[in-house]
């Protein structure tokens, strides 16, 4: 009910005597039942909403900061199967999130691959050794060949290791626009708030870049090396906020242990 009531108009004699007990029953009613009156439940009683939960030391959706896998998963908050494996991290939506895409599992754990197996091979090269003097021209030349196949490889490894970069990038700005949990070896590392959460502070996705520095600045957030805001968590020893800012928005959210590995 929203706390309107309607009451039956009468003439006469009658109806100064009921105006009259009506205005006794009404100022009673306002008293004793007013959204505000201690010990009142308010006029939505059972309806009344809870209040938002808030992304933060406590954790999200019942995950906590650490928790195991197994765990998490049992808590039936996030969707069964991950969204990358990228690294050796696993990370899974909350429920209701984006479905894994397959295409995209595929893309990272091929150039994965590729940049494992060049950098390895890369790393296994023998230093070019110089050629002596009065080395033949054969001698010269297997050399200069050596050394031309050795640049190339290098060159590859390079290439690949910047495509697996982006492939990460890729990965973790889908994973903090959606939320989603993120497990390495350790249990959850990394927890990334929906678009709807905010903090106790206040801070979500779409605050603005002076609210974010009113509400943690004092706490000391500073940017971090990957060019987002970071700040402590409190009560959380190695846990740190981390925000993305979209010019003066706020992107996301996300708690994250930086010390925690994937493998």
């Known amino acids: 009910m929203n ?3 309607t009451y039956r108009r009468f003439s006469g004699r009658r109806a100064g005597v009921v ?8 100022g009673g009613v306002a008293c004793s039942s007013s959204p505000d009156a201690p010990g009142s439940s308010g006029a939505s009683g ?3 909403a809870a ?3 808030k992304f933060g030391p406590a954790g999200y959706r019942g995950l906590t900061l650490g928790m195991a896998k197994d765990a998490a998963l049992a808590g039936g908050k996030l969707a069964p199967a991950p969204t990358s494996n990228l690294d050796g991290c696993a990370d899974f939506s909350y429920v209701g999130g984006p479905a894994p895409d397959p295409a995209r599992m595929k893309a990272e754990a091929d150039a994965e691959a590729k940049a494992k197996d060049l950098n390895k091979k890369a790393d296994e090269l023998e230093a070019d050794p110089e ?5 033949s021209a054969e001698e010269s ?3 200069a060949e050596k050394s031309a196949k050795d640049t190339r490889l290098f060159a590859d490894a390079a290439l690949a290791s910047a495509e697996l970069a982006g492939k990460r990038e890729e990965r973790d700005k889908a994973f ?4 989603g949990a993120s497990f390495g070896k350790e249990g959850l590392r990394e927890l990334a708030a929906p678009s709807d959460a905010k903090t106790a502070e206040g801070i979500g996705a779409g605050s603005s870049l002076a609210e974010l520095k009113a509400a943690y600045d004092a706490k000391g957030m500073k940017a ?3 060019g987002r805001f970071q700040v402590p968590v409190d009560g959380k020893p190695d846990w740190i906020y981390e925000f993305t800012v979209n010019g003066e928005k706020v992107g996301s959210v996300s708690m994250i242990n930086p010390k925690s590995k994937c493998s």
Do not use: Q
């Open 141 to 143: 030349a297997r050399s």
């Open 176 to 179: 903090v626009a959606a939320g």
């Open 224 to 226: 971090g090396d990957n």
């Open 46 to 48: 059972d309806d009344k």
């Open 51 to 53: 209040a938002p939960e």
């Open 3 to 5: 706390g309107t009531r």
């Open 131 to 135: 050629p002596k003097p009065g080395a």
């Open 19 to 26: 105006l009259t007990a009506a205005a006794v029953l009404i």
